[in-house]
């Protein structure tokens, strides 16, 4: 079954500086979309990004997709001590009609 | 407008007991699922209703978990024997309609078998 792969699995930064995170899958998919999980707000919806779309803005989130690549990336500018968390994508396959999560990225932003 | 309810927050049992897990989703929320995630992975769908319909279960180990989902509205999960390896989080999502819809997560009820 498909599902999404985080790269790089932890990443340590300071507060201010800029944090990417990378996504790979690899069948054809619907939309992926990406995740936040902390022990204070647990698992929250950050952004879809369909599959005819390059690249989505909310906020401080920026998401590129790369279908021919089969690979996504997740920047968030600006980084706050409160983006600390994991990080997860989560792929909508065609022809599979469910989420399947990748094993997530763990993002701490040092004050 | 209020999240997914879970409860409880926190179960210990020993092997081979059983356990029950209550979900109460979003208000007008046709899809409810139930998430396994192991420490260090990410959620893995056990099983997904649409209304009081089972969509997929396909990655439900039927042969000791079972869910239903009363009247389209609560769900509960259970496991009838527990085993070490269930140690995890069981999470409970709910979104309007298709899993292409933002799923919103209960805070999940962390399981520990000894």
């Known amino acids: 079954s498909q599902q999404g792969e985080e790269d790089p699995q932890a990443l340590s930064i300071q507060e201010g500086e800029n944090a990417t995170m990378n996504c790979s899958y690899k069948t054809s998919i619907n939309n992926l979309q990406w995740y936040r999980q902390n022990s204070g707000r647990g698992l929250v919806h950050l952004i879809l990004i369909r599959s005819n779309e390059r690249e989505k803005h909310s906020g401080r989130l920026r998401v590129t997709l790369d279908t021919s690549k089969k690979s996504s990336s997740l920047l968030i500018t600006a980084s706050r001590a409160a983006d600390t968390a994991s990080y997860f994508c989560a792929t909508d396959a065609r022809g599979n009609n469910r989420l399947a999560f990748g094993k997530g990225n763990q993002v701490v932003v040092i004050p | 407008e209020a999240g997914v309810a879970q409860s409880p927050r926190y179960k210990i049992i020993e092997k081979r007991q059983s356990v029950a897990f209550w979900c109460n989703p979003i208000?007008?929320?046709?899809?409810l699922y139930w998430y396994q995630q192991i420490l260090g992975q990410g959620p893995k769908l056990l099983i997904q209703f649409q209304n009081n319909g089972v969509v997929d279960d396909s990655q439900l180990p039927k042969d000791r978990f079972s869910a239903e989902r009363l009247k389209g509205v609560d769900s509960t999960l259970k496991i009838q024997p527990a085993k070490l390896e269930d140690s995890a989080v069981y999470l409970c999502?709910?979104?309007?309609?298709?899993?292409?819809?933002?799923?919103?997560f209960g805070p999940g009820t962390r399981l520990t078998v000894l």
């Open positions: 208000s007008g929320h046709a899809t």
């Open positions: 999502a709910s979104s309007l309609g298709t899993p292409r819809d933002t799923q919103y």
